[in-house]
Structure formats: C-alpha cells, structure tokens
C-alpha cells in the first residue's frame, strides 16, 4: 500500500524531471552574419543561446575555422520583394533552432521598417505598452441573482487536476485489482474460498475492499492538504493580512490596487481568489462519485482480466490492452476537452460511462450549472451508474469460469461465451 | 440415514461431457473414497457437490433436501487438490478468517484454531507468514482449516500428497476420529492401498461415467477370480497335479495358485490334496487389490481423455 502513495510522488519526480532534461537539452550556438545591407547587426542580439558574430574577415569558407557552428548569408533585401537568405554549416541546429532564427530575422526587418518609416524604436514601443496595460477584465458567472466571480485560470487547473488524478486512480486501483485476483488465482486459494462464499462475492469483496483504501487513502490527501493550507495561512504575518482586507475591499469597489497595499499582500488575494472561485463542495462530491463509479466500472473489468489469465504477466498484459486503450483515450479527450469544455465533444465524452468519471471531472470545475447543465451531469451520473452494473456483472461472470481454469489463456471469444452463455 | 444422494448428475463443458450421469448415496459416517483416474471428472462432481459449479441435470439432496450451497456449504468442508493460502498472511489469522467464512464467530474460531494448533503442536506457528511454511506444514494447516467448523461433510482431495509417514499417520488418525464422531468422509485419491486401509465405500469414475459401486470387501469379491494359494509340505517335487476341480496357474515358495472351476468349490481343492496323502500346510483366497481392480477397470482408456463433442 505504500507504493500508491509513492506512485504520486514519482510522477512528480519524473515530470520535474523531464522539465529539467529539456532545459538542459539547448546548447549555444555562435552564428557567422554576412549582411550586405548593414543594419542587422543593430538588431540582431547575441544571447544564451545564440551569439551572432559580425566580423567583417569572415566569408563561408572560413566561418568553421574562426569557431561558428553556422554561416548566415543576408543579400541586399528588397521592398516589396521576397529574397531568399541562407544558412550553411556543418553542425545542423534542431528545428527550434532554425524557426528561432527566422523568427528573429523578421523581427529585425520588421523594427528597421518601423524605424525607418517612423522614428519609433523597439524600445520606445515596448515602454508604451507596459504604460497602456491600465485596465483588466474581470469575469463573473451570471446565477441568476448573485454574479459569481470566475476565473479560467482556476478552473482549468482544477479541471486537469480532477480528471488526471481520475485517471491515475483508476489505473493503481484497478491494477491493484487485477494484481489481487490473479494472486488469489496462482496461489490456488480461489478454489478454497469458493468453496465458502460465491464466485461473485470473493469478486466484489475484492473490489469493494481496494476501493475503500482507495477512498480512504483520497480522504487522507484533502485532509493533508486543508491542514496545510490552514498552517500557511496561519503562517502569514499579520500586517500582511491586513493589507489583504484592504485589497479584498478595493477590489469589491472595483479598484485594481487598494492604498497601501504590498505586492505580497496582492498575491495573497489573487491566491485566495482563486480558491475561492471554485464550488469545493460540489466538486469534491463529484469526485467522490466518479472516482467511486469510474473505479467500479474499470477494475470490474480487470477484476475479470485477472481472473481469466494464468501466472503470465505478458499475458495479462496483452488482455489489459483493451481496458487501458479506453482509459488513456478518454485522459485526451479531456485535455482536448478542457479548452472548450461546453463543446460537443465535451458534453458527449462526459456523458458516456467510458470516458465520463474523466472528462466530466475536467469539465465541473467550470460551473454547474453554467458550463455544465444539470441534465447532463444527471444523465452522466445515471449512465454511469448503469455502466458499472453492467459491467460487474459481465465480469462477475467471467470471474466465476475464470477464476477456477488454468492452463491456456482464454481467447476473446471464450470470454464472451462466459460471460454472455454460460 | 443418507447425508447425501446424487443422482443423475451431469455437467457437460464445451469440449467434454465431464461427468456423465453419475448417481450415488452417501451414508451418515461413512469413509468414501472416490476413484478414477486423471480427468475422469472427480474434480467436476466434487465442484458441484461443493456448490462451485452448478449441475447442468440432476439432483443433489443433502441430509435428505434439495442442496442449497448458500446454507448447506457451511456444513462441508472441502480441501482441494490445488490448494492454497494466503501466502502473506499470518497463519492464525488466516485460519481463523477461513473459519469466519463458514460462518464461525471470531472468539469461537479463534478458540478451535487454538484448540488444533496444540493438537498438531503447531502452536509456535501463529504469528509466521504461510510463505515461511515447509509443504508438509502448509498441508497440515490446510487439513486444520478444512475440518475446523465441524462440518457434516469433509471432502479431501489427495490429502496425503506431501505428507511423511509420521504426518500421514496424524491426518489419518484424524480422519478416524471424525468420522468416529459423526462426520462423513470424502476421499479423493489415486494411492489404492490407502483407500483399501481407510474407505469403507467407493465408487469408481471413469470417463464421467461410474463404473464401480460397492463397499471395499463387497467390490474385491466381485471381482475376484477364484484363485486360492495352498501350501503343501513338498510343493516343489510334487508334478503338477491333474485335477477336474481346479487348474495351477502358479507357484510362489511351497505353495501353488490355483484357480476353481466353474461348478467346483474350495473344498474340493482340499479333498484332491488330501486324497493324494500331500500335507497341507496353509490355504487362502487370493482377492485382488484394489489396484489391479482399478487397472483392469480402466485399462484401455487412453491416457488422456480424448476431446468429444457434447451433443447429447
């Protein structure tokens, strides 16, 4: 049971991880320019990850021997006309390198033009805008009588957060399942207990009992997770807190900034905000009963995975492909999803029972019933409901032919003659 | 009185027809061995006896009512062939959630489980995990968890297998002693000289189909050939003797096998022997083993059970 808690922590691990590979991953490259117009060595900057060399002595035979990874050749540009520059070298630079470097040459051209047609710098042009950012928009959910501040920003992660720990829940406790039943299988103890209580029952007393560790273990995290909270904000000093209440009552009369106020103090009330936009009691509810139906659902069918395999992890792998397939499917629908959670895409994925505690759990954080309409978390939840009736029983069914053959591992289709024949 | 009647019961599988209409009676304390050889569908008949598998024809009646496996399994206690536990689990434990199971209180399975640990001196056992167990002491364990709620019927499927002598004895003993107090015995086997010490009944199963009934004494005289061993004080030098009564098919030592004639009865061995002067030193019926009885019976059976279709 330790390893669910530390499998959280790995993936965490391993995301850090790969972020910090891919930071290490770019090295510096030091670009040879012939310009034959003049003015890009004013606008091209050197910088971590590309130096351009202006020296006037280098030419495309020599640029390699003088330390250039590349040789940029600029012919005079013309207005109004489309001209070809080119780079040559013996080391290629990555894609992100090259559409970098293009990317930069346009910016040149295009600051030049500017400068050229108007006397406006980059510079001062970058200084205007910072000056012009003086107003916000601040969304609120239209319920009727009382508006209710949103935020995007909150939903999405609460969205993304809800539906990826679905997913990764139904993947350590369905497995968790499937581990269980075959361990009963190869351990021979199946044909003893069965001997005691029915076939389904050892079933469901299996999955109800790794569900409920499940449930537990949840119920630990958010009470972790509250308490730490609590401590950070007790945490706070108390001057600080009272710059809050004064942001809190500046923003209520539509000011961005109260008087007075630290950016600390600012940051604590977008932070606070942003716990406090979201419906927590509704969206822990609904976790709770997608994690519950979600979980019945799946490990149902692993329960049955498990229970037609022998010892053989390859084959219970191969048979699990069917019931992972669906499971990661739906994990993109609901990134896809997350970007317009009322779309028709959302609203059917998050219907039907493969794909719903997922998708649905992506899209809630954005409002009920704003985003979400009361029918369709309804429908979504008596779909479900249904979905993992069906579904234990099917399993329950091949469980009970399952559990007590050995020998060659069974075909789809003596599965489905198990479950819907016998 | 019968604790359980079979009759016509049939399970067909898709590639077999497992066991074939097989009717029994089983009476109240008896030991019953039933035989047969590998996949004769001895495992099948016992899963419905247990209530794992439902008959697909057929009528169980256990203690003289139709069999509900949801009440009547707590009154059987069953040891499979391929048996298991939890391999992680501390043994007390477990034999004490096995007993829960068949519907014990937790203190009064927990006081039985104390109670057979002292007498199989497995006492020091009850904090170690099975995975720490030696065969023989995981078999001991499993027999304890079979027969520790006292039930009516106790099936044991090859109950010996792994076991040295002096723990054969101890089950053995144990099997006396509960058949002694009530309980009936199911005994699943393939060693015959066992079944011949401890069964008093068995039926033979092949193919699915029972090919022998009867009680162990009743089954060796059906099956027996008229073959008598007679000693005489000079065996060796006496010719072979001509006689209308019986013919020699043998010599062991000072004695010679012989086998009756139709028509003719032991007495008429002794009379020829006497009339001829020979001293007679010892004269015993020849009964076959069970053994050749099981391999006369089946013999020509093929090793495997061949695949037949079931549409019957």
Redesign the interface.
């Known amino acids: 049971m330790i390893s669910t808690f530390l499998l959280p922590l790995a993936i965490i691990l391993f995301i850090s991880v790969s972020v910090w590979i891919s930071l290490q991953g770019k090295s510096q490259h030091r670009i040879a320019v012939i310009d034959a117009n003049g003015f890009f060595k004013d606008y091209l900057k050197s910088d971590s990850s590309i130096i351009f060399n202006f020296s006037s002595d280098l030419d495309t035979l020599n640029y390699a021997e003088k330390g250039n990874t590349a040789v940029l050749i600029i012919p005079q540009l013309q207005e109004g006309q489309l001209t070809i520059y080119r780079l040559k070298y013996k080391k290629q630079l990555a894609l992100e390198g090259t559409s970098d470097l293009e990317g930069r040459i346009d910016n040149a051209i295009l600051d030049h033009m500017i400068y050229q047609k108007t006397s406006v710098s980059r510079a001062k042009l970058d200084s205007i805008r910072r000056g012009g950012k003086i107003a916000t928009l601040r969304s609120y959910e239209d319920q009727g009588k009382i508006a209710k501040a949103s935020n995007q920003g909150a939903s999405t992660a609460i969205g993304y957060i809800c539906g990826t720990l679905i997913y990764m829940l139904t993947f350590i406790y369905g497995a968790a399942v499937m581990r269980g039943v075959m361990e009963e299988k190869t351990?021979?103890?199946?044909?003893?207990?069965?001997?005691?209580?029915?076939?389904f029952q050892l079933m469901m007393g299996k999955i109800l009992g790794i569900g409920a560790v499940g449930l537990t273990q949840f119920l630990l995290w958010v009470v972790l997770l509250v308490s730490l909270a609590l401590l950070a904000q007790g945490l706070i000093p108390h001057n600080i807190m009272m710059e809050v209440a004064r942001q809190q009552q500046a923003n209520a009369m539509g000011m961005s900034t109260g008087p007075g106020v630290s950016a600390a103090a600012q940051k604590v009330v977008e932070f606070t905000g942003f716990l406090n936009t979201p419906n927590w009691g509704l969206i822990l509810f609904c976790f709770v009963f997608y994690f519950l139906g979600g979980y019945l659902f799946y490990s149902a069918l692993f329960a049955a995975i498990g229970s037609a395999v022998n010892e053989d992890v390859q084959e219970a792998q191969s048979l699990m492909l069917p019931v992972t397939m669906p499971v990661i499917f739906s994990f993109f629908i609901m990134t896809v999803v997350m970007r317009d959670p009322g779309g028709q895409l959302g609203v059917w994925a998050s219907i039907i029972p493969f794909s719903s505690p997922i998708v649905m759990m992506g899209r809630i954080p954005f409002g009920v019933p704003g985003t979400v309409p009361w029918w369709q978390l309804g429908l979504s939840m008596l779909l479900l409901i249904a979905g993992f009736v069906f579904t234990v029983w099917m399993a329950g069914k091949i469980y009970r032919t399952g559990i007590?053959m050995?020998g060659k591992k069974p075909t789809w289709r003596t599965m489905w003659?198990w479950a819907f024949k016998a | 009185m019968d604790i359980l009647q079979v009759s016509h019961l049939k399970k067909y599988f898709?590639t077999q027809r497992a066991v074939d209409s097989i009717s029994f009676n089983l009476s109240k304390g008896s030991i019953f061995g039933l035989l047969g050889p590998n996949g004769a569908g001895k495992t099948t008949l016992i899963?419905m006896i247990?209530?794992?598998f439902y008959p697909d024809e057929g009528e169980i009646l256990f203690e003289g009512r139709p069999f509900a496996?949801?009440n009547d399994?707590?009154f059987?206690g069953?040891?499979?062939e391929?048996?298991?536990?939890?391999?992680k689990m501390k043994i007390g434990e477990q034999a004490v959630y096995?007993a829960q199971?068949?519907g014990l209180s937790k203190q009064e399975a927990t006081r039985k489980v104390k109670e057979w640990f002292i007498k199989f001196e497995m006492q020091s056992w009850w904090n170690k995990k099975v995975e720490d167990l030696s065969k023989g002491m995981g078999q001991k364990l499993?027999f304890v968890?079979t027969v520790l709620h006292e039930p009516k019927l106790i099936i044991l499927d090859e109950p010996f297998s792994g076991l040295d002598p002096v723990n054969s004895n101890l089950i053995k003993d144990e099997i006396y002693s509960l058949a002694r107090k009530g309980s009936t015995i199911i005994f699943s086997t393939h060693r015959m000289e066992q079944v011949e010490e401890i069964c008093d009944h068995i039926i033979l199963v092949n193919k699915g189909q029972k090919i022998l009934d009867g009680s162990v004494a009743g089954v060796k005289q059906q099956f027996k050939e008229n073959l008598f061993s007679i000693g005489l004080e000079q065996a060796n030098n006496t010719p072979p003797a001509i006689a209308k009564a019986f013919e020699v098919v043998g010599t062991k030592e000072d004695s010679l096998i012989v086998k009756i004639r139709d028509g003719y009865r032991s007495n008429d061995v002794l009379s020829h022997f006497i009339n001829e002067g020979q001293n007679i030193t010892s004269f015993t019926e020849i009964l076959p083993s069970l053994n050749d009885i099981f391999i006369r019976l089946v013999e020509g059976t093929p090793l495997a059970r061949q695949f037949q279709p079931t549409t019957a």
């Open positions: 351990n021979r103890i199946a044909e003893v207990i069965v001997s005691s209580v029915k076939p007590l050995y003659k | 898709s899963r247990t209530g794992i496996p949801k399994i707590t059987i069953y040891m499979p391929e048996r298991g536990l939890y391999k096995l199971l068949k499993q968890t």
